[in-house]
């Protein structure tokens, strides 16, 4: 955040777009995958609003967008985890956006994004 900050001043839209999916059952999701689902699906979420946030708050000015997934409403097998992370960025979007509103930092909008499977080659064939 201090190099972006440096080399181009603070920034006023942040879009929070990484996602990782694995595709098993639960049992059979390693570990490590379902870690990285969270690290990428929801904690980088997190840490880069927490990185650039303060300047929105200082200015009152600024845009988060959370991307996460039609699985963050709606459940489908073989992807638990997946699931899980993507419910869990939904809940951040809507508790950051009341904590905003309570706050009363009412130039910051917030945007969740939920697409639905998209084929982007990380499930083979994918559908609703």
Known sequence: AKKVKKDIGDVSILVNNAGVITAADLLSTQDHQIEKM?????LAHIWTTR???PAMMNNNRGHIVTV??????FVTS?????CSSK?????FHKALTEELSTLGKDGIKTTC????????GFVKNPRT
């Open 78 to 82: 073989f992807m638990v985890a997946y």
């Open 87 to 91: 419910f869990a960025a939904v809940g």
């Open 51 to 53: 990185a650039f946030l």
């Open 68 to 73: 996460a997934s039609a699985a963050g409403h």
């Open 38 to 42: 969270f690290e990428v699906n929801i």
């Open 113 to 120: 994004v939920c697409p639905v499977f998209m084929n982007t």
